[in-house]
C-alpha cells in the first residue's frame, strides 16, 4: 500500500480526506498561524463547489488557496464538472503561468467517487489507500486514518476523519481542535 505525502513548506494546518466504506469526508483543522503565534484558532479551510458535488480544503497561504480555489472552480465549470480533468488543466496552469507559480498553497479535492492532491509542481495524486493529507500535521492524520481504516473498519468515513485529526492536532502545535469537516 502507498502513501502520498508530498513534501513541501507548507505548514499551520492539517487537512485530511479520506473514502471509505462508499464515503467520502474532508476536513481541518482551524488554525491559523503567522510565523511563530497563533493568529486566529477558527479559520475555515474547507470550501464547497460545483453546487456542493465538490468539497475542497487547503493548506498554505489563504490569499494564495483563495486564488486557486477560484480558478479550480473556473475549470470545474469548463470541465462539466469533471474533477480530474478540473485539476489536472489547474496544476497545468500553476506550474506554467509565472503569476501562479508563486503561489504557496496545495489543495485536496474530493467528489463522491474521487480524492485528490493538487499541489503547485504539477501533480494531481489519486492515493491508492483513499486517504489523502496536507499540510504540517499531514503525517499525523494520515498515519491515524490508515490506522483506523484497517483496524476500525466499522466507523464511518467522517469519524475517521474527526478522530484523525484530533490526533494530529494533539501533536501537531501548527494544527488545533476546531475542526470543521464535511461529507458527501
Known amino acids: 500500500m502507498r502513501t502520498f505525502v508530498i513534501p513541501m513548506k507548507i505548514k499551520s494546518t492539517t487537512v485530511l480526506a479520506v473514502k471509505h466504506n462508499g464515503q467520502v469526508s ?20 474547507i470550501r464547497k463547489l460545483h453546487d456542493g458535488k465538490v468539497v475542497t480544503g487547503f493548506a498554505g497561504s489563504t490569499a494564495d488557496a483563495f486564488t486557486l480555489l477560484d480558478r479550480f472552480e473556473e475549470k470545474l465549470n469548463a470541465y462539466g464538472g469533471n474533477l480530474k480533468r478540473a485539476a489536472i488543466e489547474l496544476a497545468k496552469d500553476w ?29 494531481v495524486l489519486e492515493p491508492e489507500n483513499e486517504v489523502a493529507a496536507i499540510g504540517s500535521g499531514a503525517m499525523y492524520a494520515q498515519a491515524a486514518a490508515l490506522a483506523l ?36
Open 26 to 45: 474532508i476536513g481541518a483543522d482551524g488554525q491559523a498561524t503567522m510565523n511563530n503565534y497563533v493568529a486566529k484558532g477558527n479559520v475555515k479551510k
Open 95 to 123: 506550474r506554467m503561468d509565472r503569476y501562479l507559480r508563486r503561489l504557496e498553497a496545495m489543495m485536496i479535492a474530493v467528489n463522491k467517487e474521487e480524492v485528490l492532491i493538487i499541489s503547485g509542481t504539477g501533480d
Open 149 to 184: 481504516k484497517k483496524h476500525a473498519p466499522q466507523l464511518s468515513a467522517e469519524e475517521i476523519v474527526r478522530e484523525s485529526l484530533n490526533i494530529a492536532a494533539d501533536i501537531c502545535i501548527y494544527t488545533n481542535h476546531n475542526l470543521v469537516i464535511e461529507k458527501l
